[in-house]
């Protein structure tokens, strides 16, 4: 009970747990805003072609909560039955028959289900954000790591001399494994949850959780709150097992074989349950798997029965009895190999191997230069090429999940593709002479209209298809004339767009152009995606740099480096290199995903038009293009990322240890920008995120 | 002319409490043993003596230049082995010895032939291409030694380097002091006398941050004359004079117990030692009552 206790209570441990779930809400409550804000902007953009997404969506929600779900429950019924029908005749494969007698079996259950409409938005969020996933990881992947290293020292072998040192404290630790596996999901799952709610507003958890479209396949009787309590469960089992199977294979090899079969087995199963498709003859391997069980949602967002000699098995119940069977695999293998048997000693020929690959690096890897052994202990020593391997699959996974959508009508593009550029007389002349021509267009659709109210007016009611036919012209008329009017409105503006630039030349003598501004406005604007970037940014600059200085405190090795004759100055400029560096890597990467979507889905173009061309930077008392102000912008960019970096490197620089600097950085920097990010106003001053985005309008 | 490093009225304050007074003494080549109990000041003169700290007052001159006016050409002269083992667990020994020729400005050929060389001398050419986090104590400590002996530096300041060795590697490396400080200057702060009583050209003995006494070995040795003395006697006898004496050091000889005692004037009855006075004696007479010098 002391060593859960111990474990479990030690300020370490809570600073670790506290620090896992302020990176999730970080990343979350962005992830929540985004989905928000491409919403809106997907919804306002649609509206601009006269299509109202937001009443189509909700109408679909109604048909499905309404009709469409019945009717799939009855189409599945039959559709089963059709099968078994047919499977009887041909008698050819056992597994068809018995799988569509199961599946009729099993949705036989939810007849008479009772859907309720709800806010699922939040729910959706909690479903499809998977970093949390392996942030879950973090607590007890470290207390396993610290167990390890504890085994490791003087006090590992004292602790296995006492009397109940052995077999009874390593139940304990796996308990306490288990426990922080519970507190871990508890805390990450429930946080998102909550976030959802306080900014959706709080689902109704009563419901069965098929009202939810995405539910639609479930075959299990549940409410919403039902399968949140389910999926937690299951990610509480994945957690631990693959917690504990770790600790045996790290306890019983050598360091670095560990890893790699680790990574090898946890590697490929992450594999298979990511690439095999559901109705591949190995989707087994799909759901028989940890990251599966960690997954959780798919077992209830989707159906599948395995076949498993001949025989369907529903995957749900086939994966809790595989993940049970790892669990006391673990537990056993745990209370036996690292309890009970004599701790493993490190293998002289993986020892032999390892200093092999050492001479081989020193030989054919040289360093000598200061840059480059400061470029080694901050890249390979303190695990920087792992950081930044980890920031850059952030990074892509970020390019993938963002959506850009910039409100423009046809019209306006319209107008676009004909004037973008230069303002000339010619073109003011053009633009002016289509404006009028589509007045012009209204002014005879509405003598058109008169005409034709005349000629209704004339027509016997009696004759229906020829009222008919007049009510149509009339109506098309009406149409044309609503269109025209849309046509002028957003003419006249860009016409008027245009004049007031060709003035502000005149007056100024600085070129302005006329261009696209909608997408500029995007990117120059505070939104949650840029919000995201740098949220994976600042965590970039924390992890990367905060052992920079206390890697040199630990042991008070800068004591000795500094009695060098390049020890002071000539390492602060190495290290200064290094970080500048990959600063700018991580800047230019980062923002440059958020960059190229507005190029590629916003249609940032004319980059070669003066900045002046844009009202925002009209008051620029210089010459400069827009590409040039988007390499400004990037370097304002660049100094706001070293400014914080400039923190990260005093705070390291005042800390004795890489773990003491990260946790410090991580409370100065990362939680007010998280709690802020979530929604505390207070706090919006302590922002990094906010300041990092370098926003030049509001 | 032989190199002269000159430490002048130096001192150094925390707040009141002064952790070196006024300390003057020269350094000439050859090992200069320091000695002094723990909080002595030993560390804060070593780390004054690498410009690790600013000084209070007085001045530290290298053949009559200050060293804080030398900077970086004073720390290209020096070669120091701190107390605590600061050495970079995730490096391989050889590594960490590349790393610091290059933080001496050191051109890669040297670095390259010089740490091999270095390697050699304190005995872990077997262990080089090791990652210095799986080393003994022992093991750490050599490869510290290895780094300040890098780019043969002609002032080397030790703190404690035999410290965690085994007896052979500890007479070695102590032979390799006592080879290299022919034309250097080393200044060796030990808590075992025996690693400086036969190398030390000079010791320099520190007392509350105050030198009590630089001499050669000789010269303290006649000064401790006639305060060194034993008493004989049976164990319980012994036993109750070293109440009397708890400084005093208790010996079995084949003819019975003596408690040798370090007092001026020697107590009654207790025989003066003329003929095996060691260093660890002078010590014990100037440093008695302190806490375990070193």
């Known amino acids: 009970m002391a060593e859960l206790g111990r474990l479990l209570l030690s300020p370490k441990r809570l600073i670790i747990l506290l620090m896992a779930a302020v990176i999730n809400l970080a990343l979350f409550s962005g992830y929540c805003r985004n989905q928000r804000e491409e919403s809106l902007a997907y919804y306002q953009s649609m509206r601009m072609y006269g299509m109202n997404v937001q009443s189509e969506e909700y109408r679909q929600r109604k048909a499905y909560l309404e009709t469409e779900y019945a009717a799939y429950l009855d189409y599945v019924q039959n559709q089963s039955k059709t099968q078994s029908i047919l499977g009887s005749l041909t008698e050819k494969n056992d597994f068809l028959n018995r799988n569509a007698e199961k599946t009729t079996r099993d949705y036989a259950r939810l007849t008479g289900i009772t859907l309720r409409d709800g806010e699922n938005r939040g729910i959706n969020a909690v479903r499809n954000y998977k970093i949390t996933d392996y942030l879950l990881l973090i607590a007890p992947l470290l207390l396993i790591l610290e167990l390890l290293a504890d085994a490791d020292t003087a006090a590992g072998d004292l602790v296995r001399a006492t009397k109940h040192g052995r077999v009874p404290l390593c139940a304990w630790r796996i308990l306490a494994v288990m426990l922080l596996s519970a507190a871990s999901v508890l805390l990450l799952y429930g946080g998102n949850l909550l976030y959802t709610c306080k900014f959706w507003g709080q689902p109704d958890f009563t419901r069965a959780v098929q009202s939810i479209p995405e539910f639609q396949y479930c075959v299990m009787r549940l409410t919403v709150g039902g399968y949140l309590l389910g999926a937690a ?87 809790l009895l595989f993940c049970m069977i790892l669990l006391l695999l673990g537990i056993m293998l745990c209370l036996w190999l690292i309890g009970y048997a004599y701790p493993k000693k490190v293998g002289a020929r993986m020892e032999a191997l390892k200093d092999r690959f050492a001479r081989f690096l020193t ?37 993938q999940d963002i959506r850009v959508y910039v409100p423009v009508n046809a019209a306006t593009e319209r107008f676009y593709a004909l004037f973008s550029g230069e303002i000339t007389r010619e073109h003011i002349e053009r633009a002016a002479y289509i404006v009028s021509g589509e007045a012009k267009s209204i002014a005879r659709s509405r003598t058109a209209l008169a005409r034709a109210y005349l000629e209704r007016a004339q027509t016997d009611e009696s004759d229906v298809s020829a009222m008919r036919r007049v009510n149509r012209h009339i109506s098309d008329i009406q149409g044309n004339i609503q269109k025209s009017q849309s046509e002028l409105y957003y003419y006249s503006k860009c016409l008027n767009t245009m004049l007031s630039l060709a003035q502000y030349t005149k007056e100024t003598g600085r070129d302005a152009w006329f261009i696209r501004p909608e997408a500029y406005t995007v990117l120059f604007q505070d939104s ?149 990010e979530s929604g505390m106003e207070q706090l919006q001053m302590l922002n990094v995120i906010r300041r990092l985005t370098c926003c030049l309008q509001a | 002319m032989p190199n002269k490093l000159e430490i002048r009225r130096l001192s150094k304050q925390y707040g009141d409490f002064h952790a070196l007074s006024e300390v003057s003494f020269t350094l000439e080549p050859g090992v200069t043993g320091l000695l002094g109990a723990n909080g002595a000041g030993k560390s804060t003169l ?124 500890r007479i070695r490396i102590r032979n390799d002091i006592a080879a290299l400080a022919r034309d250097r200057i080393v200044l060796l702060a030990t808590h075992v006398v025996s690693d400086i009583a036969c190398i030390a050209k000079h010791v320099l003995l520190i007392r509350r941050g105050k030198v009590i006494a630089f001499d050669t070995p000789q010269n303290l040795l006649a000064d401790a004359e006639g305060k060194i003395g034993e008493f004989s006697g049976t164990y319980e006898e012994i036993q109750r004079l070293q109440a009397q004496y708890p400084n005093g050091e208790i010996a079995q000889h084949k003819d019975g117990f003596v408690l040798r005692v370090a007092e001026n004037p020697l107590p009654e009855g207790c025989m003066p030692v003329h003929d095996n006075l060691t260093l660890e004696d002078v010590c014990h007479l100037y440093l008695k009552g302190e806490r375990q010098y070193g």
């Not at chain 1, 199963?269 to 990251?291: D, E």
């Open chain 2, 46 to 169: 070593m780390k004054l003596m690498t410009d690790h700290m600013p000084r209070s007052g007085g001045e530290i001159l290298w053949n009559g230049t200050d060293i804080l006016k030398m900077g970086r050409k004073w720390r290209a002269l020096v070669g120091y082995t701190p107390q605590l083992q600061g050495v970079y667990d995730d490096f391989t020994a050889k590594r960490f010895l590349y790393y610091m020729g290059a933080l001496k400005g050191m051109p890669r050929r040297e670095i390259r032939t010089q740490t091999d060389e270095m390697l050699e001398a304190v005995n872990l050419s077997d262990a080089a291409h090791k990652k210095i986090g799986t080393f003994s104590g022992g093991m750490r400590q050599r490869v510290l030694l290895a780094s300040s002996l890098l780019g043969k530096p002609p002032v080397l300041i030790l703190d404690e380097p035999t410290a965690g060795l085994d007896p052979e590697e």
């Open chain 1, 528 to 676: 949650a995606a840029e919000h995201r970037c740098c949220t994976v940014l600042l965590l970039y600059l924390i992890f990367s740099f905060s052992g920079i200085c206390a890697y040199d405190n630990r042991y008070d090795t800068r004591m000795l480096l500094r009695s060098t004759k390049r020890g002071r100055l000539g390492l602060f400029t190495a290290q200064t290199v290094w970080v500048m560096l990959l600063t700018a890597l991580a800047v230019t990467g980062l923002h440059g995903v958020y960059l190229l979507h507005m190029m590629q889905d916003a249609g940032l173009e004319s980059l070669d038009a003066p900045a002046q061309s844009l009202k925002l930077f009209q008051w620029i008392p210089f010459s400069v293009t827009m590409r040039g102000i988007l390499v400004l912008h990037m370097l304002l960019r660049y100094l706001a990322a070293l400014a914080v970096t400039a923190g990260i490197c005093i705070v390291s620089r005042c800390s004795r240890t890489p773990q003491k600097a990260l946790l410090t950085a991580m409370v100065i920097f990362l939680l007010p920008s998280a709690l802020a």
């Open chain 1, 233 to 319: 469960a299951l990610k509480i089992l994945a957690l631990t097992v693959i917690s504990l199977l770790i600790w045996v294979i790290l306890a019983r090899m050598h360091p670095v074989l560990g890893w790699t079969v680790s990574g090898l087995v946890f590697g490929s199963a992450w594999l298979m349950h990511r690439l095999i498709v559901p109705t591949a003859g190995l989707n087994h391997l799909k759901y028989l798997n940890v990251f599966a069980a960690l997954d959780a949602d798919i077992f209830f967002s989707q159906y599948c029965n395995l076949n498993c000699f001949g025989r369907p098995v529903g995957f749900f119940g086939a994966m």
């Open chain 1, 363 to 399: 030989r054919h890897l040289p360093v000598h230069t200061l840059l480059g052994f400061e470029g080694w202990k901050l890249m390979i020593a303190q695990k920087g090429m792992l950081i930044l391997l980890i920031a850059g699959v952030m990074g892509f996974s970020l390019w």
